[in-house]
Every structure is written in C-alpha cells, then in structure tokens.
C-alpha cells in the first residue's frame, strides 16, 4: 500500500469550499473594469461548484453564472454585483439559512439581476 492510499480522502465539503475559495480570490483580483476574459475565466471556476442543491448554494451559483453572462452580453463590468453573489454563496455555503431567509437572500440577487438582464424576446 502506497502512502497516498493511506491519506484521507478530502470531503465533498473541500471540494465545495475550494471552488468558492478559488472564486473569491478571482473575485478580489478583479479590476473595477473588468474585461469579458476575466469574467469567463470567473463564469468557468463558478460552473465547477459541484452542487447538489444544498443550503441554496447551487441556486446562488446558478444566478452568479446568469449575471456573469448577462454582464458579457451587455459589455458590462460591475464588480459590487458579483461580490454581492459572492457573498451571498458564502453565507449559503457557511451556515443553513432558514427558508425565510434563503428565499429573502434568492430574491435580493434576483433583484440585482434585473439590472443587467437581457430583455426578453417580443
């Protein structure tokens, strides 16, 4: 038996908590004009969460990802409204919110959303 088959194997948990880590680094090197590279880059490490739908995290992942397209689409940069998802997916991640609380979170970042969501189609 080698040694790396005696080491623990890391949590679901570390791997949850490494995606969000890896994002919130990307996160604070973000300029306040941000260019579409650097939010793909972000949009890819975010749609790496490997959710389960758990504590909401995967539904604040799934609205941090349809901001950050929206901002492309829209040749947009705001740093604040991502670090508001960022935010909010580490409280989800951190603690298991009540569904008054959850629901109240979900809809201040669909709020945010409005901001730069593409109109729909007539």
């Known amino acids: 038996m080698t040694h790396d088959e005696d080491a623990p194997k890391p949590s679901r948990r570390a791997g949850d908590a490494a995606v969000l880590g890896l994002a919130e680094g990307l996160l604070a090197a973000l300029p306040k004009t941000t260019p579409a590279s650097d939010l793909r880059t972000l949009r890819d490490v975010v749609e790496t969460y490997p959710d389960d739908g758990r504590d909401g995290a995967g539904e604040v992942v799934k609205s941090l990802i ?3 397209d929206d ?4 040749g947009a940069a705001d740093r604040e409204a991502i670090a508001v998802h960022v935010r909010a997916w580490r409280f989800m991640v951190s603690r298991k919110p009540y569904a008054a609380e ?4 979900l809809h201040g970042l669909q709020a945010v959303r409005e901001l730069y969501a593409r109109p729909a189609a007539a």
């Open 71 to 74: 901002l492309i689409a829209a």
């Open 102 to 105: 959850r629901a109240e979170i």
């Open 66 to 68: 349809g901001l950050i």
